[in-house]
């Protein structure tokens, strides 16, 4: 049974661009939220989807925006790239109404 | 603003002795508890985890004790092992009403020496 997958694994971007970032939950599972990661910090809550719709969304910008799609993975999006970015952002799933999430290995976004 | 606050940063341990990690929360709304551990390069992994109707919760050599009305928990791991060095996580959730997002102390980072 293969857990939560992420890819790609690791990225470098540039400032001002935009990224992708792919995310497959675990069998069984249909709520997937994400969470950035800043080197020496705890993980901190970006959004939730659950049913394709926005669940729930943290303190993060407009630039940070995502997606659902019917097979339950999801893709989160960053737009107009900063510096501040750089982070490893985890995925992690769920089912709806369990309060148990498992995390993915993450990916590892570098901007310069 | 960091909802649930965690200490000690750092902490050494020698092998066979009892790692202790404490947090705190504010929000009483929250009503799910677990602790995760998280290797250098590696996703958080769920380690344990309680609600607040029970004050005590063991999974092997891993104990959370949980002491509602301080809003204080922490985690014991004891006969600690090399192989337990790692950075631990602490975090909290609540419901539909409060919100289903973790919310996650700083973490802290174990070193178990030989």
């Known amino acids: 049974d293969a857990g939560v997958t992420q890819s790609p694994t690791h990225l470098i971007k540039t400032r001002g661009q935009q990224v992708t970032l792919r995310c497959s939950p675990k069998?069984?599972?249909?709520?997937v939220s994400w969470y950035q990661q800043a080197l020496g910090q705890g993980p901190q809550f970006i959004f939730q989807y659950y049913e394709e719709e926005e669940r729930q969304r943290g303190n993060f910008p407009d630039r940070f925006s995502g997606h659902q799609f019917p097979n339950y993975s999801s893709e989160l999006n960053v737009n107009a790239l900063l510096l501040g970015d750089s982070a490893l952002y985890l995925c992690?799933?769920?089912?709806?109404?369990?309060?148990?999430?498992?995390f993915g290995p993450g990916t590892r976004l570098t901007v310069l | 603003q960091q909802q649930v606050k965690q200490s000690p940063q750092s902490l050494i341990v020698q092998k066979g002795g009892i790692s202790i990690i404490n947090c705190a929360y504010e929000n009483t709304a929250f009503d799910y508890f677990p602790w995760y551990q998280q290797f250098p390069g590696k996703g958080p992994a769920l380690l344990i985890a309680i609600r607040p109707d029970v004050s005590e919760k063991k999974e092997g050599r891993f104990t959370i004790s949980f002491n509602k009305s301080a809003k204080q928990f922490s985690l014991h791991i004891m006969d600690s092992q090399p192989g337990d060095s790692a950075t631990y996580f602490c975090a909290a959730s609540g419901n539909s009403n409060s919100g289903y997002a973790l919310n996650f102390g700083k973490g802290t980072s174990l070193l178990v020496t030989p």
């Open positions: 069998s069984g599972h249909d709520t």
């Open positions: 992690a799933s769920s089912m709806i109404g369990a309060d148990t999430q498992y």
